[in-house]
């Protein structure tokens, strides 16, 4: 019992401890037989519910999310095909959630059972972030490589980040087809098997998304300067392409 005192306390002080808000994703795996309808009831009506939040000052932002491949891959139902990410501006308002639902039947005009995506698909996990840099908008941005990693250098890792990284992305954005990058470190879960941090590039096109996988746009003289080898000797443990496919306002 006091192990999950202390594990609930130290989440809670890694969450305030970032003025920038927290996020969390929710995984989900659709089958291909699903996800028109289940992208249909996302879209144009669960939208709404959040979009109320975000308006009533409940929540930051949501968007939904969908795997590069997921409808002409027969992925295993342990992956991911789907994700939502749900933006908090910090821990009070990450804690107080359960009013993003608490209007669902008034905005869609029904049970909201009727609408639930429940049954047609299926939530594997949950990961919870603290914001720690990020520049520009992933507003006009349709495709977004995330990028998983373990540092053993979790504190080079992040510092190289903000610190090569970021002004690399912010003076040529345009050169790369970016809109926005961010690096965000795991408060919970945690564990051997879990990676400690995620970054992530939004570009407004599938091919520079696909340029910066390729290594192709990289800058050497940049490169030269990182000690991601030491930082991070395993690399990227998990790299994948999401596409946007809504996000609220």
């Known amino acids: 019992m006091m192990k999950k005192i202390l594990l609930l306390l130290l989440l809670v002080s890694s ?7 927290v996020f969390e994703i929710h995984y989900r795996h659709v089958p291909v037989e699903n996800m028109q309808e289940f992208e249909n009831l996302e879209m144009n009506y669960w939208y709404k519910v959040v979009q109320d939040a975000v308006d009533k000052d409940n929540l930051v932002a949501w968007s939904f999310h969908k795997r590069l491949d ?4 027969d992925f295993d139902e342990d992956a991911p095909t789907h994700a939502f990410v749900l933006v908090y501006k910090d821990i009070d308002q990450y804690l107080n959630g359960g009013k ?3 209007n669902a039947t008034e905005i869609l005009g029904a049970d909201p059972s009727r609408f639930s995506t429940q049954e047609m698909s299926k939530t594997l996990f949950r990961q919870r972030y603290a914001f720690v840099d990020g520049i520009g908008s992933s507003e006009n ?8 990693a373990q540092p053993d250098n979790l504190a080079g890792f992040l510092e190289e980040n903000t610190k090569l990284w970021k002004p690399y992305f912010q003076k040529n954005m345009k050169k790369l087809g970016m809109v926005s990058w961010g690096v965000a470190n795991r408060i919970y879960p945690q564990g051997q098997d879990q990676s400690s941090v995620v970054t992530w590039d939004v570009y407004t096109s599938l091919g520079a998304a696909m340029k910066q996988l390729a290594g192709t746009e990289l800058d050497p003289k940049i490169a030269s300067q990182s000690k991601m080898s030491e930082y991070n000797p395993d690399g990227f443990r998990y790299r994948v392409i999401m ?3 809504k996000r609220t306002k």
């Open 15 to 21: 969450l305030s401890a970032y003025s920038q808000g």
């Open 70 to 73: 997921a409808g002409f891959v």
């Open 100 to 102: 993003v639902w608490e």
């Open 141 to 148: 941005g349709q495709f977004a490589v995330w990028n998983y």
């Open 243 to 245: 596409q946007t496919l």
